[in-house]
């Protein structure tokens, strides 16, 4: 029995070392300034504030890659999470968007709040500063509202027939 509790001991060591070998990639690729959300539309300081506390690991190139971010299997769940984070909405490539998908994002953004899908819970756990009170989040979906409104009305006065 001893013998078989050494070996299970062993063997389990082993294989936590060995997926160390795994690692996920964690990059945060260059920022072309001109294509970030703040290049193409209007974010007052306590929003960007916000942002940068609470979303910024997951949804731009400006990641902050913690500790337990290197140690397998959490690796891999960050770097998932950071992944997902990224092709579902990214700040920093926000110009990439259409004007109608931009109007999405931040649609998307507010709704995500108040439902209180954003911060995911698990960043939360790890980041309890990320998490938005009731006026930060009334904050953000006043100036989703806003923007939305003058990305709307910027649309709609493009595309007006001249006289």
Do not use: F
């Not at 971010?69 to 960050?78: G, K, M, N, Q």
């Amino acid at each position: 029995m001893r013998k078989a509790i050494k070996w299970g001991g062993i063997a389990v060591v082993v294989i936590a070392l060995g997926i160390q070998l795994v690692q996920p990639e964690r990059t945060n690729p260059p920022v072309d300034e001109s294509k970030t959300i703040y290049a193409h539309i209007n974010v007052p300081p306590e929003v960007k504030a916000i942002l940068e506390r609470s979303c910024y690991d997951c949804h731009t190139h400006y990641t902050k890659w913690p500790w337990y971010s290197y140690i397998a299997p959490t690796s891999w769940l960050v770097a998932r999470d950071v992944k997902n984070g990224r092709s579902n909405m990214n700040l920093s490539t926000w110009g990439d968007y259409t004007q109608k998908k931009q109007i999405s994002k931040l649609d998307q953004i507010c709704q995500e709040l108040m439902d209180d899908a954003m911060p995911i819970k698990p960043y939360r756990i790890m980041h309890p500063d990320a998490a938005l009170s009731k006026a930060e989040v009334d904050l953000i979906c006043t100036w989703v509202d806003n923007e939305r409104d003058r990305l709307m009305e910027a649309d709609s006065s493009s595309s007006a027939p001249e006289k």
